[in-house]
Protein backbone atom coordinates (compact mmCIF):
# COMPACT_ATOMS: atom_id res chain seq x y z
CA UNK A 1 0.00 0.00 0.00
CA UNK A 2 1.23 3.64 -0.99
CA UNK A 3 2.55 5.49 1.79
CA UNK A 4 2.79 9.26 1.56
CA UNK A 5 5.12 11.27 3.86
CA UNK A 6 5.46 15.29 3.83
CA UNK A 7 8.32 17.15 5.28
CA UNK A 8 9.13 20.57 4.94
CA UNK A 9 10.83 23.53 7.39
CA UNK A 10 8.57 23.75 10.37
CA UNK A 11 9.21 27.34 10.46
CA UNK A 12 9.17 29.93 7.79
CA UNK A 13 9.74 33.80 8.22
CA UNK A 14 7.43 36.37 6.30
CA UNK A 15 7.86 36.93 2.60
CA UNK A 16 10.19 34.30 2.16
CA UNK A 17 9.29 30.78 0.06
CA UNK A 18 8.26 27.97 1.48
CA UNK A 19 9.35 24.69 0.28
CA UNK A 20 7.59 20.86 1.30
CA UNK A 21 8.74 17.72 -0.33
CA UNK A 22 6.21 14.83 -0.40
CA UNK A 23 8.17 11.33 -0.67
CA UNK A 24 5.98 8.14 -1.99
CA UNK A 25 6.61 4.58 -0.66
CA UNK A 26 5.65 1.58 -1.88
CA UNK A 27 4.63 2.28 -5.40
CA UNK A 28 5.84 4.51 -8.60
CA UNK A 29 4.82 8.46 -8.55
CA UNK A 30 4.66 7.66 -12.23
CA UNK A 31 1.22 7.47 -13.77
CA UNK A 32 -0.30 8.83 -10.81
CA UNK A 33 -1.41 12.58 -10.09
CA UNK A 34 -0.50 14.31 -6.89
CA UNK A 35 -2.44 16.95 -5.05
CA UNK A 36 -1.70 19.24 -2.32
CA UNK A 37 -4.41 20.56 0.43
CA UNK A 38 -3.61 22.44 3.88
CA UNK A 39 -5.63 23.21 6.04
CA UNK A 40 -5.23 26.30 8.45
CA UNK A 41 -5.90 25.59 12.95
CA UNK A 42 -9.26 25.91 13.15
CA UNK A 43 -10.77 25.69 9.90
CA UNK A 44 -11.57 23.82 6.61
CA UNK A 45 -9.51 22.13 4.04
CA UNK A 46 -8.08 24.38 0.85
CA UNK A 47 -7.43 22.77 -1.93
CA UNK A 48 -3.94 24.04 -3.16
CA UNK A 49 -3.48 21.83 -6.73
CA UNK A 50 -2.29 19.32 -8.20
CA UNK A 51 0.54 18.04 -10.47
CA UNK A 52 0.65 14.99 -12.96
CA UNK A 53 4.21 12.55 -12.86
CA UNK A 54 4.78 14.01 -16.10
CA UNK A 55 4.52 17.67 -15.34
CA UNK A 56 1.54 18.87 -15.93
CA UNK A 57 -0.14 21.25 -13.26
CA UNK A 58 -3.42 22.92 -12.17
CA UNK A 59 -3.49 25.22 -9.28
CA UNK A 60 -6.60 26.43 -7.22
CA UNK A 61 -6.53 30.03 -8.79
CA UNK A 62 -6.21 31.81 -5.12
CA UNK A 63 -2.99 30.70 -4.91
CA UNK A 64 -1.59 30.08 -8.59
CA UNK A 65 0.67 33.32 -8.65
CA UNK A 66 2.44 32.74 -5.96
CA UNK A 67 2.85 28.66 -6.40
CA UNK A 68 5.14 26.34 -8.40
CA UNK A 69 4.74 21.63 -8.04
CA UNK A 70 7.23 20.00 -9.19
CA UNK A 71 8.02 16.09 -9.34
CA UNK A 72 11.55 14.30 -9.35
CA UNK A 73 10.53 10.85 -10.70
CA UNK A 74 13.84 9.27 -9.66
CA UNK A 75 13.44 10.05 -6.48
CA UNK A 76 9.58 9.36 -6.26
CA UNK A 77 9.11 12.46 -4.44
CA UNK A 78 6.65 15.46 -5.26
CA UNK A 79 7.29 19.42 -4.46
CA UNK A 80 5.51 22.75 -3.48
CA UNK A 81 7.00 25.77 -3.43
CA UNK A 82 4.76 28.58 -2.03
CA UNK A 83 6.42 32.18 -2.47
CA UNK A 84 6.18 35.30 -0.44
CA UNK A 85 4.47 33.62 2.49
CA UNK A 86 2.42 35.43 4.95
CA UNK A 87 0.64 34.40 8.35
CA UNK A 88 -2.16 33.24 6.45
CA UNK A 89 -0.55 30.43 5.21
CA UNK A 90 0.14 28.93 8.14
CA UNK A 91 -1.54 25.41 7.91
CA UNK A 92 -1.21 21.87 7.95
CA UNK A 93 0.53 20.78 4.88
CA UNK A 94 -0.99 17.53 3.16
CA UNK A 95 0.24 15.70 -0.18
CA UNK A 96 -2.49 13.18 -1.46
CA UNK A 97 -2.49 10.81 -4.87
CA UNK A 98 -5.44 11.30 -7.07
CA UNK A 99 -6.84 13.95 -9.38
CA UNK A 100 -10.24 14.47 -8.37
CA UNK A 101 -10.66 11.93 -5.81
CA UNK A 102 -7.72 11.43 -3.26
CA UNK A 103 -7.49 7.87 -2.55
CA UNK A 104 -4.07 8.17 -0.56
CA UNK A 105 -3.20 11.12 2.13
CA UNK A 106 -0.05 11.83 4.21
CA UNK A 107 -0.17 12.21 7.81
CA UNK A 108 0.65 16.52 6.82
CA UNK A 109 3.55 18.53 7.95
CA UNK A 110 3.07 21.80 10.25
CA UNK A 111 4.06 24.61 8.58
CA UNK A 112 4.20 28.44 10.45
CA UNK A 113 4.95 32.08 9.27
CA UNK A 114 6.36 33.71 11.56
CA UNK A 115 9.09 36.17 11.77
CA UNK B 1 -15.67 28.45 -6.55
CA UNK B 2 -18.67 25.59 -5.20
CA UNK B 3 -19.17 25.84 -1.56
CA UNK B 4 -20.00 22.45 0.38
CA UNK B 5 -21.77 23.21 3.39
CA UNK B 6 -21.85 20.41 5.72
CA UNK B 7 -23.89 19.54 8.57
CA UNK B 8 -24.28 19.61 11.29
CA UNK B 9 -20.39 20.56 12.60
CA UNK B 10 -20.45 18.16 15.29
CA UNK B 11 -22.61 15.47 16.73
CA UNK B 12 -22.25 13.25 20.05
CA UNK B 13 -23.71 9.63 19.16
CA UNK B 14 -23.40 5.89 20.92
CA UNK B 15 -21.72 2.99 20.44
CA UNK B 16 -24.64 1.20 17.92
CA UNK B 17 -26.29 4.69 17.11
CA UNK B 18 -27.20 4.92 13.27
CA UNK B 19 -25.57 8.14 11.83
CA UNK B 20 -26.33 10.24 9.27
CA UNK B 21 -24.14 13.75 7.42
CA UNK B 22 -25.06 15.67 5.00
CA UNK B 23 -23.41 17.77 2.66
CA UNK B 24 -24.94 20.61 0.29
CA UNK B 25 -23.38 21.79 -2.75
CA UNK B 26 -23.88 25.23 -3.80
CA UNK B 27 -24.86 24.39 -7.40
CA UNK B 28 -25.55 21.04 -8.85
CA UNK B 29 -22.69 18.86 -8.69
CA UNK B 30 -23.99 15.98 -10.48
CA UNK B 31 -22.12 12.81 -8.36
CA UNK B 32 -18.99 13.96 -7.90
CA UNK B 33 -18.62 14.05 -4.57
CA UNK B 34 -16.24 12.52 -2.39
CA UNK B 35 -16.10 11.27 1.64
CA UNK B 36 -13.26 11.33 3.90
CA UNK B 37 -12.92 10.33 7.61
CA UNK B 38 -9.65 12.10 9.18
CA UNK B 39 -8.69 10.99 12.85
CA UNK B 40 -6.28 13.14 14.72
CA UNK B 41 -2.39 12.74 13.43
CA UNK B 42 -3.33 10.56 11.22
CA UNK B 43 -4.04 10.42 7.03
CA UNK B 44 -7.16 11.49 5.99
CA UNK B 45 -8.56 7.89 4.40
CA UNK B 46 -11.32 8.40 1.22
CA UNK B 47 -14.17 6.78 2.60
CA UNK B 48 -17.19 6.69 -0.43
CA UNK B 49 -16.26 7.85 -3.85
CA UNK B 50 -18.46 9.24 -6.38
CA UNK B 51 -21.44 9.87 -3.96
CA UNK B 52 -22.11 6.06 -3.38
CA UNK B 53 -19.01 4.20 -4.08
CA UNK B 54 -17.62 2.12 -1.03
CA UNK B 55 -13.51 2.54 -1.13
CA UNK B 56 -11.75 -0.57 -1.25
CA UNK B 57 -11.20 -1.94 2.31
CA UNK B 58 -13.70 0.19 3.86
CA UNK B 59 -16.64 -1.60 5.80
CA UNK B 60 -20.02 -1.65 4.80
CA UNK B 61 -21.61 0.25 7.70
CA UNK B 62 -20.44 3.36 5.84
CA UNK B 63 -23.06 4.67 2.52
CA UNK B 64 -23.35 7.09 0.80
CA UNK B 65 -25.56 8.87 -0.93
CA UNK B 66 -27.21 11.70 -3.25
CA UNK B 67 -26.92 13.91 -6.49
CA UNK B 68 -27.26 16.96 -7.44
CA UNK B 69 -26.81 19.05 -4.67
CA UNK B 70 -27.81 17.19 -1.70
CA UNK B 71 -25.63 14.47 -0.28
CA UNK B 72 -25.75 11.77 2.53
CA UNK B 73 -22.94 9.97 4.74
CA UNK B 74 -24.11 7.13 6.53
CA UNK B 75 -22.81 5.22 9.23
CA UNK B 76 -25.69 2.26 10.17
CA UNK B 77 -24.08 1.31 13.29
CA UNK B 78 -21.41 3.41 15.13
CA UNK B 79 -18.68 1.65 16.11
CA UNK B 80 -15.39 2.59 18.40
CA UNK B 81 -13.25 3.11 15.60
CA UNK B 82 -15.61 5.96 13.69
CA UNK B 83 -15.31 8.72 16.25
CA UNK B 84 -13.51 10.95 13.95
CA UNK B 85 -14.03 14.14 11.81
CA UNK B 86 -15.60 13.58 8.79
CA UNK B 87 -15.44 15.59 5.40
CA UNK B 88 -16.77 15.61 1.84
CA UNK B 89 -15.21 16.88 -1.46
CA UNK B 90 -16.48 18.09 -4.49
CA UNK B 91 -14.31 17.17 -7.98
CA UNK B 92 -17.43 18.93 -10.40
CA UNK B 93 -14.67 21.55 -11.08
CA UNK B 94 -11.91 23.77 -9.97
CA UNK B 95 -10.97 24.91 -7.44
CA UNK B 96 -12.04 21.68 -5.48
CA UNK B 97 -13.47 21.82 -2.39
CA UNK B 98 -14.05 20.40 0.85
CA UNK B 99 -17.20 21.01 3.11
CA UNK B 100 -16.20 22.27 6.71
CA UNK B 101 -16.51 18.91 8.23
CA UNK B 102 -18.33 16.99 11.00
CA UNK B 103 -16.48 16.04 14.34
CA UNK B 104 -18.03 12.53 15.40
CA UNK B 105 -17.86 12.56 19.60
CA UNK B 106 -18.52 9.78 21.46
CA UNK B 107 -21.81 10.66 23.47
Known amino acids: QVQLQESGPGLVKPSETLSLTCAVF????????WSWIRQPAGKGLEWIGR???????SYNPSLQSRLTMSVDTSKNQVYLRLSSVTVADTAIYYC?????????WGQGTQVAVSS | DIQMTQSPSSLSASVGDRVTITCRASQSISNNLHWYQHKPGKAPELLIYVASNLQSGVPSRFSGSGSGTDFTLTISSLQPEDFATYFCQQTYSTPLTFGGGTKVEIK
Open chain 1, 51 to 57: IYASGGT
Open chain 1, 26 to 33: GGSISGYY
Open chain 1, 96 to 104: ARGQLRLDS
